[in-house]
């Protein structure tokens, strides 16, 4: 299903500015330049990205619709000059313009997108109507009917559009169940062909079958390349920056209100200070380690790429038999999932050493405190909690092995090794074909008392079916070459998605231990009782957003 609107905003970026916001009315006795802004930054950056649809009268707009929602909700137009603007839910402010309509239907799709159904073009007035919404819309659907001959209306509309919005329309033909399939390349042909003479680019160019199978394979492609339009139009808006820049912004200016605070009390916060530098210097040795780390996790990903190759290889068979050839299309789905599990496996174990590793650190670091604490501010921190930093370092270590989901998935893996499959059971499958063609013949021949013959083509078939098997050496060394020539690419990739998440968990362990001292910070003297908790929160904020800005910089 299609994502938009805030879900491609990085949940991380989000929920650090919903915090910050929400620690700003903790301090209720300072009204902070910029809170307003982020707050409508917020809002706005959740808002649903916008999915237009243009064309003729019943050329199959709200068909499309349904089909992208995976439900049946949107009715035709009748002849009203209306936009129809659909949505999730009522919204409490009506649209200005009595020729917008708004309806509200609870599918799943609509909760983060509007889909905007419009009047045919060859309406009066359709063009101006749609100016109001177009400049809006992050993808605009142009559908074409293969049963409709004249599209002037169409083209005449889309020569009108500049660079910008063209980057946003895919163009779509409909009821392509009523022509055949030669009717259906000429007309692409001569769609492509147009597109590139009006606008001197070549649009992208999809088709929508009656077809139950036919259909899901286009519309899937076509619902992928509508996300990544979507994603590029959120990129190109700037909100996940935007956020973090803002949320920067004020959480500097928490920490210096703080600060100042801090010094006013002229409480004993200089030793506390020296124990969070220590750590921070703790944090700048992990941080040091990202880099090395990401390149450990993808050299270690190198090197399972040879043992993909021989497995894909070695589900070919060691000889030609019937029954390999017919389950090897089943065993894709299987060495996809053995695969991205044993990658995740293994970013584990590697994430669990350095965890085994921080968490001595931590644990050396905590005893060295401990009596420097007791004799400085006579009070005792007690013995370190080593379960408690255990069990997040657990979850995070689980986190990991999970975001190399998304990485491998983009590799499309899966799909090369149907590739293969398919390509070698076409094979296998015709060299049976003849092996038992040869025998039927040899069969008949003997039934004739024609033992020579029958003999000769027994003997055919036997050697067919002995080179068929000796040529299944050459085809797995050729497959496991080929998936090891094109993953060895991809480690770029790996690293790439990889960073993000690397580093944001291991400073999420370093900062469980630093919420550790909040007991320390609660023994203070009575009257920084109220700026400890306050303090502790806002350096949790500062380093989580320090390390969103490192990570989208």
Known sequence: MILGGKILISHQVRNIAESILTFSEQLPDHNFEGQAELEDLLITSSLPQILTVIGKTGSGKSSTLNALAHEPFC??????????????????????????????????????????????????????????????SDVILGIISSIEE?????????????????????????????????????????????????????????????????SSQSLATLESFIQEILINSSNEKGYTLQLIEESNKLVHKQQNILQNQNRLAHLDAGFMVGIDREIDNLQKQIERQVQESVGLYTDEFAGLIPRLGKKVSRQFGSFLSPRRTMILHRLTPVINDWFFELVRQRIEYHFERFSKELLIACEGHWNQVRPRIKEQLQCDIGDFDRESLHKSFLKYQDRLGKSTYKPIQKLRIKKMISSLFKEQKRMQTLQLMIVFLLMII????????????????????????????????WARHRASKRIIKSLHKSKPIIAHQLAEPIQINMISGLTDYRMMYKNIKGQLAIGNEHLAPLLKRNNNLYFQISALMRTFK
């Open 442 to 473: 040899a069969g008949i021949f003997g039934q004739l008392d024609e033992q020579h013959a029958a003999f000769f083509f027994v003997s055919l078939a036997l050697g067919i079916w002995a080179i068929s098997s000796i040529s299944l050496l």
């Open 150 to 214: 004249n599209q002037d209306d169409l083209w005449n509309y889309i020569q009108t559009f500049d660079e910008k919005l063209l980057s946003k329309l895919v163009l779509i033909i409909t009821h392509t169940d009523q022509i055949s399939q030669d009717q259906l390349i000429i007309l692409k042909n001569g769609i492509r062909l147009k597109s590139k003479a009006l606008l001197g680019i070549q649009l992208p160019l999809f088709h929508i079958s009656g077809d139950s199978v036919d």
């Open 75 to 136: 009715t035709t137009t009748d002849g009203k000059p209306t936009l129809t603007r659909w949505q999730f839910e009522p919204t409490p402010e009506p649209h200005t313009h009595e020729w917008i309509e708004s309806k509200f239907f609870p599918a799943d799709i609509l909760i983060n997108l509007e889909f905007w159904d419009t009047i045919g073009l060859e309406k009066p007035n359709a063009i101006q109507r749609l100016k109001h919404i177009i400049p809006k």
